[in-house]
C-alpha cells in the first residue's frame, strides 16, 4: 500500500490529541499540508499555544503512520523566539504562525498572534555588522581557497557542502533578506532572486556530481564582489583578554 498523503483534515484529525487541550489558546496547522502541497511523507507541522508553559518544547511523533513535528509554546515563549529567530535571519517559526492555518484557538488571540508574526517578517532581520561581514567574507575565501586546490573527493564534497550554506546566507543576510536552514535555504534563494537560485542550483550540481569546481568558484566572486570581494590577506580577529585558563 502506497503512503497516504497528509490532508488538512487528517492533520486536524490526528492534533487534536493535543489541540483539544483546556490550556490551548490557539493553534496553526503549516508547512507543505496546511499549502495543500504535501506528498507521500510529508511531515505534519504545527504550533501549539498554551495559556502558558515552563518552557518551549519541540516534539515528534508519529500517530496512524504520520509524522508530527510539534511546536509547543505560550505567548512569552513566541515572542522570545521570533526575536531570537531574528537575530539570525531565520523566521521559521514566525513564517509557520503568520502564514499557519489556525486549527484551534481563541479568534482574538489567533488574529494577535499572527499580527505579530507577520510584523516580525514585516521587519526583516537586522543588518550584519561589519565585523560579522568581515568574517564572513573571511570564511568564504577560505573555502574557496581550499575548493580550489586538488582535494579527494570526499575532501571536496565536504568543503562544498559548507561552501553553499555559508554563500547562500551570506548572500541573503548581506541583501538584508530572509536566510533559512536545508530546504528553507534553497526557498530563501529563490525568493531572494529566481536567477542567482539557479546559479547556486547549477554551480552546485556540477561541483557534487562532476567534481567541477570551476562556476562554484565564480560563484563565490560574484557574490562577494559587492562586499569588497574575497577576503583573505590583513584578516585580524582578536579574542577576548580573559578567555584563558586560570593558574
Known amino acids: 500500500m502506497s503512503p497516504q498523503i497528509p490532508t488538512v483534515d487528517i492533520a486536524d484529525a490526528v492534533l487534536r490529541e493535543w489541540t483539544e487541550h483546556p490550556e490551548v489558546i490557539a493553534a496553526f496547522l503549516a508547512g507543505s499540508v496546511a499549502k495543500g502541497t504535501a506528498t507521500a511523507g510529508s511531515d505534519i507541522d504545527a504550533v501549539i499555544v498554551y495559556s502558558h508553559l515552563d518552557g518551549a518544547v519541540r516534539e515528534t511523533h508519529e500517530r496512524g503512520g504520520f509524522m508530527l513535528e510539534l511546536f509547543l509554546h505560550d505567548p512569552d515563549t513566541l515572542a522570545w523566539f521570533w526575536d531570537n529567530d531574528r537575530q539570525a535571519g531565520k523566521p521559521s517559526l514566525a513564517r509557520m ?8 484557538g481563541q479568534p482574538e488571540v489567533i488574529e494577535e498572534l499572527k499580527r505579530q508574526a507577520q510584523a516580525v517578517l514585516d521587519g526583516g532581520p537586522p543588518p550584519l555588522s561589519d565585523g560579522e561581514m568581515r568574517r564572513r567574507r573571511y570564511a568564504i575565501s577560505d573555502l574557496a581557497a581550499d575548493l580550489a586546490q586538488d582535494r579527494t573527493r570526499a575532501e571536496q564534497l565536504a568543503i562544498g557542502t559548507r561552501l553553499y550554506i555559508e554563500l547562500a546566507d551570506f548572500t541573503l543576510r548581506a541583501a538584508l533578506a530572509w536566510s ?7 526557498k530563501a534563494l529563490r525568493r531572494l532572486d529566481p536567477g542567482l537560485a539557479a546559479a547556486f542550483e547549477h554551480a552546485f550540481a556540477e561541483l557534487f556530481a562532476l567534481a567541477e569546481p ?34
Open 180 to 186: 533559512g536552514s536545508g530546504k528553507g535555504l534553497a
Open 214 to 247: 570551476t562556476e562554484a568558484l565564480a560563484l563565490v566572486d560574484l557574490c562577494l564582489e559587492p562586499y569588497g570581494g574575497r577576503l583573505t590577506v590583513g584578516d585580524r580577529r582578536a579574542a577576548p583578554a580573559d578567555w584563558r585558563m586560570g593558574d
Open 97 to 104: 504562525v503568520a502564514n499557519g492555518l489556525p486549527l484551534a
